[in-house]
């Protein structure tokens, strides 16, 4: 994605994530269940949309973070059901999940370093370049977060209100870390990550499910979807556009 069009770190976009965790672990829900999509079929609608939306970014003129933000959503939807499907399609042994998906995140974060040079403006942005590495990890962890969230929740037996506060508490520290010590490596961004999509998960359900408050997926994606908006729009950040020729200076990330 191009510069203007991404977030800076901080307050407001750590809390934008955390809304957007739990709307899109409604959202996956609300394909597979109400849209009876299930876990698998709905994909492939949400890659074109994925698509549709980085396509929409590099071609228009129009310079809005709008792009980021409904592509981390529809990523965040895909990963719910991803992960759905590797616990209840395919049967994958939670562990086995758990550890192969944090494997496939190290192992792209390799590759990139490999193959690629830091981007310049991740020291102004606070967010690594989202180029299509960033995209796949974004992808992983989210998966990796709705299996890890259901996990805590299910195997280990928090349940979805103890296991979101235990979550939300590990998720506080990991924000706190890069706050007050000035932990703000690839590392920590995407640890960080990883904790958002776990305490996501479990949020989404225990606001929706029968475990919870019960407002239903119908209800409950609404309701986080205006949450979302309305924190975007009301909690503004310093005006980042650049001059006129920013696109060929800086190029699509």
């Known amino acids: 994605m191009h510069t203007v069009n991404t977030p800076m770190t901080g307050p407001r976009y750590w809390a934008a994530l955390c809304i957007a965790s739990v709307l899109g672990a409604n959202m996956g829900d609300f394909v597979s269940n109400i849209l009876h999509l299930g876990h698998t079929y709905g994909l492939a609608p949400e890659a074109l949309i994925f698509g549709i939306i980085l396509l929409a970014e590099s071609r228009l003129r129009t310079r809005t973070e709008a792009y980021y933000w409904l592509a981390i959503v ?80 299910d ?24 706050m007050f010590l000035g932990l703000v490596g690839r590392a920590s961004y995407w640890g960080t990550v990883v904790l958002v999509r776990c305490a996501g998960t479990t949020a989404g359900d225990y606001f929706a499910g029968r475990h919870g408050l019960n407002w239903g997926l119908p209800v409950s994606t609404a309701v986080w979807a205006v949450l979302m908006i309305g924190l975007l729009l009301l909690w503004r950040t310093p005006d980042r556009s650049a001059p006129s020729g920013v696109y060929a200076a800086t190029g699509p990330r």
């Open 155 to 178: 195997v280990i037996g928090l349940d979805v209100g103890l296991g979101t506060v235990a979550l939300g508490s590990a998720l506080a520290v990991a924000l706190s870390a890069r």
């Open 74 to 153: 529809t990523m965040r939807t895909a990963a719910t059901n991803l992960g759905d499907t590797m616990k209840h399609e395919l049967a994958i042994p939670w562990l086995v999940a758990l550890g192969g998906l944090a494997a496939a995140l190290v192992a792209v974060q390799v590759v990139e370093k490999i193959l690629t040079v830091r981007h310049p403006d991740e020291v102004a942005t606070g967010i690594p370049a989202t180029n299509v590495f960033y995209w796949i990890t974004m992808l992983i962890a989210g998966t990796l977060g709705t299996v890890g969230g259901d996990y805590v929740a």
